[in-house]
C-alpha cells in the first residue's frame, strides 16, 4: 500500500475530515488533499507530525512496515 492511501486510511480511521488535519499541519485543506492525492509530496515536518498524532512510526505511514 503507498503512502497516499496510509494517509487517506489513517485519516478517515481517525474520523477527522481534510481540513482537520490540514489544521493540526499548519497547512491548507488543499494543500493537505494534494498530498493524499499524492500530487504533491508530504514533507518531513509534515510526516513526523501525523506520525505523533496518529502513534504510529513513520516507516508506516511511508509503507516501509506492517508495524504501527
Known amino acids: 500500500m503507498d503512502y497516499v ?3 487517506r486510511d489513517l485519516r478517515e ?3 477527522k475530515t481534510q ?3 490540514a489544521e493540526i499541519l499548519g497547512t491548507s485543506q488543499t494543500m493537505y488533499a494534494r498530498y493524499e492525492r499524492g500530487a504533491n509530496e508530504l514533507p518531513i515536518h ?3 507530525t ?3 498524532y496518529y502513534r504510529v512510526s513513520t ?3 511511508l509503507g516501509l512496515s506492517k508495524d504501527r
Do not use: C, E
Open 46 to 48: 509534515h510526516l513526523i
Open 19 to 21: 481540513t482537520q488535519i
Open 59 to 61: 516507516d508506516y505511514i
Open 5 to 7: 492511501r496510509i494517509l
Open 13 to 15: 480511521d481517525a474520523d
Open 50 to 52: 501525523l506520525s505523533r
